[in-house]
């Protein structure tokens, strides 16, 4: 009987619904992205060098779809939404720095963890980086600096922060309109093809976008509402078992750990799991690569997909800043790297 009674507090004290709902979030999001391939380097790496826009279509797609179901969120009050605070500065630098380290490192937050589950070694070195980067900018010696960027701040209002609504004087509902006309013109002239056995681009897209949005509802009936943020869990599943900081297992956290789970089980299923070795010349800019986008994230409060889907579908600012900036770092990073190549 005893043993029952202390089972039985033990089950009490854990907290399931944190547990259940940030693990679930990260297995849905990891299973889906595997399977259309999801992955921000590899969607602008296509659109600049050989104009392949699919990948691309299927971002801006999730991003329409996450944004319209977060907004009704927020309107039907299931989730009070955060906004990231404008600061410029950092916005700017950090994307780009980011947008640069995502092509050295060959692939985003995201599709690095879900290659880890496809049996990737190289994306173990892209994350130690990432988490090395993080912690360093974080709680490191690049503490001050990141400080430094993150200074200037810009407001509006009494300490509102800027939003595409607020800025305009709209209702965040007539921005999501125009953005979703706007961006269902462009989608409409693509193709519908899929990559070999991934899903198709629309498909990929909705699914992603739903899961966005969904991960705001099931983290703020697991914690506290912040959707699926890759760049600051990373850095803490490192300093976490090591220096006991954050002093709790976050929402966040466990979430990035179901996205490898969800992969392996797409990859498995589908064939496309395998142990594979990255080039031993490609190491050190692998690493690098996450190294840079590690420490970047956390001076632009996030990475491509804390800032530029997460958050971005609140039409912060900030957010939004960051993306374009992400976007333009690689995007010069790829000319530059290809500029002698035929």
Known sequence: MVWISLASGLMEDVPWTLYLSAVGTGLIFGYVAQRGGFCFTRALSAAVLSRDLRLLRAGVLALI????????????????????????????????????????????????????????????????GFALGATTSGLGI?????????????????????????????????????????????????????????????????????????????????????????????????????????????????????????????????????WTLPAGSSLVRIFGGGLLMGASAIVADGCNITQGLTNAVTLSLSSLLTLLAMIAGASLTLRLLHTHQP
């Not at 009050?77 to 404008?86: E, F, K, N, S, T």
């Not at 995502?102 to 990737?120: H, K, P, Q």
């Open 65 to 128: 779809v996450a944004t319209v179901g977060v907004q009704l969120l927020a309107t039907l009050g299931l989730v009070d939404l955060p906004l990231r605070p404008l600061r410029w500065v950092a916005n700017i630098v950090g994307g780009l720095f980011f947008g640069a380290g995502m092509i050295l490192g060959g692939g985003d937050t995201a599709s690095t963890w879900y290659r880890v589950g496809e049996g990737a070694i190289g994306a173990w070195v892209v994350l130690l």
């Open 142 to 274: 690049l503490l001050p600096l990141r400080t430094l960027l993150q200074r200037p701040t810009i407001t509006i209002g009494d300490d509102g922060v800027p939003t595409l609504a607020n800025v305009f004087g709209l209702s965040p509902w007539i921005i999501v309109a125009v953005l979703a006309v706007a961006g269902a013109v462009w989608l409409a002239r693509g193709a519908r093809g899929a990559e070999g056995d991934r899903w198709s681009w629309p498909v990929t897209g909705v699914a992603v976008g739903v899961v966005i949005a969904g991960a705001w509802w099931t983290s703020a009936i697991g914690d506290r509402p912040v959707g699926i943020a890759l760049a600051v869990s990373t850095g803490h599943l490192l300093t976490y078992p090591l220096v006991g900081y954050p002093n709790r297992v976050t929402w966040s956290m466990l979430s990035t750990l179901g996205v490898p789970i969800g992969a392996l089980v797409a990859a498995w299923t589908t064939g496309r799991f395998g």
